[in-house]
């Protein structure tokens, strides 16, 4: 399985290293086509794809109560059954900010609905070298529009 600790993260893919490491994170609560297009255009961004997994505890105390929908265990393995996923790692933290600082990715990737000044940890990778993107947004495919349909539907 490619759910990895921290630990374990840092040693494979942490500086100095061979290779270009993108990483990304989320809450990934709904997979859905959105997020399997932007974790594509990711990878497609370097030679391995590291997402950072928000924890149980830190998507409620982001989200609120009654979430996550799904627990961390089953959101970490569907992502890595991605096929541009190559390894998953879970921060309990509210935002990746130590998890960036220690992995120090050459590429630090968020969807197009962040404004470049708004991602955390770019200051971080741009010091080290690094280059910090984002992504288009993949319009009509969002975890907000797939549980508004479901309120619609009750």
């Known amino acids: 399985m490619r ?3 921290r630990e374990t993260l840092v040693a494979r893919f942490g500086p100095p290293r061979d ?3 993108v990483f990304t994170n ?13 974790l594509a255009q990711a990878k497609a961004l370097g030679d391995v794809l590291v997402v950072g997994l928000n924890s149980d505890a830190s998507v409620q105390r982001l989200r609120g109560a009654g979430r996550p929908l799904v627990a961390e ?3 970490a393995a569907v992502l890595v059954a991605l096929r541009s996923v190559d390894a998953v790692t879970l921060f309990d933290e509210d935002t990746p900010l130590e998890l960036i600082s220690t992995l120090l990715p050459d ?3 968020k969807g197009g609905d962040y404004d470049l000044d708004g991602i955390v940890g770019r200051e971080v ?4 070298g690094g280059e910090v993107r984002a992504l288009p947004f993949v319009e009509g495919h969002s975890t907000t529009s797939i549980l508004d349909r479901f309120k619609y539907a009750e």
Do not use: I, M
């Open 73 to 75: 265990a089953d959101r």
């Open 3 to 5: 759910l990895l600790s």
């Open 125 to 128: 990778v741009e010091e080290a």
């Open 19 to 21: 290779g270009t490491v």
């Open 107 to 109: 590429v630090l990737v």
């Open 26 to 38: 989320g809450c990934f609560e709904l997979l859905h086509r959105g997020h399997v297009e932007y």
